[in-house]
């Protein structure tokens, strides 16, 4: 079955260590997205792309970085600049026209 | 520009009565609408969906939501709640127009009294 895959699970970042958050889909969609998920604040949009070797900035770019080198895949990393990482990151990958969107089962992120 | 707000981060309902889950939108174009669910520990699962034709959406477990465009509203009901309904869930929109990011509102957990 298709779907999308994070991994790991649970990670630990010591401070001023970057860590990098993996996303892939095998479900052949151009489109694929990171947020991140607090308590009582809903999702917020990190950084999208719509196409291989192409990303553009969410709501809350600042501190992370990613990279669209394949189609599968759309790893994110969370840098030393993230001043405060601990939260669930979701990846996320639209049907073209955007009326489906499918989740991963998410990444919970710890600093240590 | 878009905008989804969900009334009330906090619904508690008896089991077997009516589950109105409130959201409201704000979209400059023709909206696309979801309502996620979410346990614990987990990536968010499609409840339902309106995209466009009958107003009337009925989705997975027994949800169903309506899209009033005069009133901007998308309310999540359910007749008769379950205790495996506990969770949390969000309202989304898109725009119709291509533009596929989702926004979100700021969720609301469901509670089941027994």
């Known amino acids: 079955d298709g779907g999308i895959t994070q991994s790991p699970k649970y990670l630990f970042r010591k401070e001023g260590q970057n860590v990098t958050l993996s996303c892939e889909q095998n479900?052949?969609?151009?489109?694929m997205y990171w947020y991140r998920q607090d308590p009582g604040q809903g999702l917020r949009l990190i950084y999208y792309?719509?196409?291989?070797?192409?990303?553009q900035k969410g709501d809350i770019a600042e501190g992370y970085s990613v990279s669209r080198e394949k189609k599968e895949s759309f790893p994110l990393t969370v840098t030393s600049a993230q001043k405060n990482p601990t939260a669930f990151y979701l990846c996320?990958?639209?049907?073209?026209?955007?009326?489906?969107?499918?989740f991963g089962e998410g990444s919970w992120l710890t600093v240590v | 520009a878009q905008s989804v707000t969900q009334l009330g981060s906090h619904v508690s309902v008896s089991e077997g009565a009516l589950v109105l889950l409130r959201c409201n939108y704000s979209?400059?174009?023709?909206?696309?609408l979801f309502w996620y669910v979410q346990y614990p520990n987990q990536g968010l699962q499609l409840l339902l969906k309106?995209?466009?034709?009958?107003?009337l959406v009925k989705g997975i477990n027994g949800f169903e939501a309506e899209f009033k465009k005069s009133e901007t509203s998308f309310h999540l009901t359910k007749p008769s709640a379950h205790m495996s309904d506990a969770a949390e869930y969000f309202c989304?929109?898109?725009?119709?127009?291509?533009?596929?990011?989702?926004?979100f509102g700021t969720g609301t957990r469901l509670t089941i009294i027994p």
């Open positions: 996320a990958s639209p049907t073209a026209g955007g009326n489906t969107i499918y």
């Open positions: 309106y995209t466009t034709g009958a107003t």
């Open positions: 979209s400059s174009v023709p909206p696309y």
């Open positions: 989304a929109v898109s725009s119709y127009f291509g533009n596929e990011k989702l926004t």
């Open positions: 792309s719509q196409i291989v070797n192409d990303f």
């Open positions: 479900l052949n969609h151009d489109a």
